[in-house]
C-alpha cells in the first residue's frame, strides 16, 4: 500500500487513512462473486465501518446494509443504502428502533428472541403494518476464533435455541402483524477456517430439512457475515479469499427454486483499505523494556486491548538504512492495556516518524471513543491524495 507521507506531514496524528482504491477492489471481486448466482444478495455490515465516505463507496455499488441498531439503520439510509435491502439484526431492540425501521420500509427485521417477535407484532400493528422478520437461529457451531467474536454458541446470547425454533415459526406464522421471510444465521468473525462455514452449511440443511418435513416453510435463508482477513500479512494478501468463501456455500448449502441467499460480510470488506496513521512521540528506555510511545491509542483502535488483536506495525518514515530494534509499541491513554504490540522488532524509531497500523479499516473507526477527552479521529481517502 502506498502512502503519501509527505502530504501527511501537515495532518495531525492520529488519524484513519482509508485505500478507497483497494475497497472499490474488493466490492468488484465481491461483486463478480455474487454474479454468478442470480439469488446472491450482499448486506455490507455497517458495524465494521460506518464512515460516510465509505458507506457512500459501498452503498453505489449495489450492496444492502446489514444494522445492527435504529442508528444504523439511520445511518444505511442517509448514505444511499435502499431501504428494502437493509436488514436490522440485534439481541435488544428497543420500540423506538423498530419504529425508525418500520417507518423506513427496512427489507427485513432478523428476530432473536420470541418476545422480540410479539413487539415487533404489536408495533406494526399498530401502524397498520407487516413487518417483515426472519429468525435468527442460534445454530450452537463453535467458530475457530477468539471467544469475544463467537456468536452461534448455545451459551451466546444471540438468536434462537434450535429446540425453540420451530415454536418460534409456527407464532410467527400466526401473528398478524408480522410476514415470515426466513431463517438468519451468523457463527462469528474473523473465520478463517473454511470448515466452519461448511458446518454452518450443513446445519441449515438439516434444519431446512426438519422443518419441510414438519410442514413449515423455510423462505429465504441469511447465513451471515464473518469471513476473516490476514492481519500478519496485509501486502501479501490485501484481500480476503471470497472465491473460497463463496464456493463453500456454492457446494455445500442445499437451496431450493427461488430462494435467496444473503450474506452480511462487513470486515472481510473493509478491514484492509484502512490504517491507522500515527507519529511517534517518544522513545522511553525502561529497565527491561523499550517502548515506542506514538500519538495513537485505544480510543482510536481498541481491538488490541479489547481482543488482543494484531495491527502490523510499519515506520513510514524509516528508509531501509536504519537498524531494526526491539519495542513495545503504546499509545499515552492511561490504561496499562493501552499497547498496540509487545516485543516487535521496527526500524528504528525517532521522534516524528510516522507508525501505520495496518488492516484496520474494520471495527477501528465505528468502535472508537473519547475516552482521556480525546477528539474522535478524522479520517483521509487515498482519493484526496493520488
Ligand atoms: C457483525 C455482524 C456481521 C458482520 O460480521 P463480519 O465478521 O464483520 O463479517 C454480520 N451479521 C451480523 C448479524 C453481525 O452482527
Known amino acids: 500500500?502506498?502512502?503519501?507521507?509527505?502530504?501527511?506531514?501537515?495532518?495531525?496524528?492520529?488519524?484513519?487513512?482509508?485505500?478507497?482504491?483497494?475497497?472499490?477492489?474488493?466490492?468488484?471481486?465481491?461483486?463478480?462473486?455474487?454474479?454468478?448466482?442470480?439469488?446472491?444478495?450482499?448486506?455490507?455490515?455497517?458495524?465494521?465501518?460506518?464512515?460516510?465516505?465509505?458507506?457512500?463507496?459501498?452503498?453505489?455499488?449495489?450492496?444492502?446494509?446489514?444494522?445492527?441498531?435504529?442508528?444504523?439503520?439511520?445511518?444505511?439510509?442517509?448514505?444511499?443504502?435502499?431501504?428494502?435491502?437493509?436488514?436490522?439484526?440485534?439481541?435488544?431492540?428497543?420500540?423506538?428502533?423498530?419504529?425508525?425501521?418500520?417507518?423506513?420500509?427496512?427489507?427485513?427485521?432478523?428476530?432473536?428472541?420470541?418476545?422480540?417477535l410479539r413487539a415487533i407484532n404489536d408495533l406494526a400493528k399498530a401502524k397498520g403494518m407487516q413487518a417483515p422478520v426472519a429468525l435468527r437461529v442460534n445454530p450452537d457451531i463453535g467458530a475457530h476464533t477468539h471467544t469475544n467474536i463467537t456468536t452461534g454458541l448455545a451459551e451466546n446470547k444471540f438468536g434462537i435455541n434450535l429446540e425453540q425454533i420451530e415454536d418460534v415459526l409456527r407464532e410467527t406464522l400466526r401473528l398478524p402483524g408480522v410476514t415470515f421471510k426466513g431463517l438468519h444465521f451468523h457463527i462469528g468473525s474473523q473465520i478463517t477456517d473454511m470448515l466452519d462455514f461448511q458446518a454452518l452449511c450443513n446445519r441449515i440443511n438439516a434444519l431446512s430439512g426438519e422443518l419441510s418435513r414438519h410442514g413449515l416453510p423455510v423462505g429465504d435463508i441469511n447465513v451471515g457475515g464473518g469471513l476473516g482477513v490476514d492481519y500478519e500479512h496485509p501486502d501479501k494478501a490485501p484481500m480476503a479469499d471470497f472465491e473460497a468463501y463463496f464456493d463453500v456455500f456454492r457446494r455445500h448449502l442445499d437451496t431450493q427454486p427461488g430462494q435467496t441467499v444473503h450474506f452480511e460480510l462487513g470486515r472481510s470488506i473493509v478491514a484492509p483499505c484502512g490504517s491507522l496513521i500515527t507519529r511517534l512521540l517518544y522513545v522511553k528506555e525502561g529497565t527491561a523494556k523499550r517502548f515506542a510511545i506514538v500519538d495513537g491509542s485505544m480510543t482510536e483502535l481498541i481491538r488490541p486491548a479489547l481482543y488482543h488483536a494484531f495491527h502490523l506495525p510499519q515506520n513510514l518514515s524509516a528508509d531501509g538504512s536504519r537498524p531494526t530494534a526491539t519495542y513495545d509499541v503504546v499509545g499515552p491513554v492511561c490504561e496499562s492495556s493501552d499497547v498496540f504490540a509487545k516485543a516487535f522488532d521496527l526500524p528504528e524509531c525517532r521522534r516524528g516518524d510516522f507508525i501505520a497500523f495496518r488492516t484496520a479499516g474494520a471495527y477501528g473507526e465505528s468502535m472508537a471513543s473519547g475516552y482521556n477527552a480525546r477528539p474522535l479521529p478524522k479520517s483521509y481517502f487515498s482519493s484526496d491524495f493520488f
Open 1 to 116: 500500500m502506498n502512502f503519501p507521507i509527505d502530504r501527511f506531514q501537515t495532518l495531525r496524528t492520529p488519524f484513519y487513512f482509508y485505500d478507497t482504491a483497494l475497497l472499490k477492489q474488493t466490492l468488484d471481486v465481491v461483486s463478480a462473486q455474487l454474479a454468478r448466482h442470480e439469488s446472491y444478495r450482499m448486506h455490507y455490515a455497517v458495524k465494521a465501518n460506518a464512515n460516510p465516505v465509505l458507506l457512500r463507496i459501498i452503498s453505489a455499488h449495489g450492496f444492502g446494509a446489514d444494522c445492527v441498531s435504529g442508528g444504523e439503520v439511520q445511518t444505511a439510509i442517509a448514505h444511499g443504502f435502499a431501504p428494502e435491502t437493509v436488514v436490522f439484526a440485534g439481541v435488544g431492540k428497543s420500540d423506538w428502533e423498530i419504529n425508525v425501521a418500520l417507518e423506513a420500509g427496512i427489507g427485513c427485521f432478523n428476530v432473536e428472541s420470541a418476545a422480540e
